[in-house]
């Protein structure tokens, strides 16, 4: 991508003192066509997603089975660890409750 350079032009004026002024006049930059800078961006998406290294259909599949796979499991090790934190509770109750 080029970078747009400003135009500067620079006007040395002698007054009738015999001092120098510098006037510097700007050019005004070319306006850029939105439209045509919306087609640009997309282009050069276009260009990057076919870089892209994409997973093939077959690991997708073993990459999301065992993605599933491992929430099931840890899933129920939460669950199992939350009912015997459960068990060890009321068992301790009861026990509080008759020691009374």
């Known amino acids: ?10 006007k040395v004026e002698t007054s009738k003192k015999g001092t120098e002024k510098k006037t510097v006049k ?3 930059k070319e306006r850029i066509n939105v439209f ?3 087609g640009k961006y997309f282009k050069g998406v276009g260009k990057e997603i076919k870089r892209i290294k994409w997973t093939s259909g ?4 073993k990459y999301s089975i065992a993605a599933v796979v491992f929430v099931i499991f840890f899933g129920l090790y939460f669950y199992g660890i939350d009912w015997i934190a459960l068990l060890v509770r009321s068992l301790a109750k009861k026990k509080k ?4």
């Open 1 to 10: 991508m080029k970078k747009e350079e400003k135009k500067v032009s620079k």
């Open 26 to 28: 700007k050019e005004k």
């Open 97 to 100: 409750k008759n020691g009374m």
């Open 58 to 61: 077959k690991d997708l599949v």
């Open 36 to 38: 045509k800078a919306i």
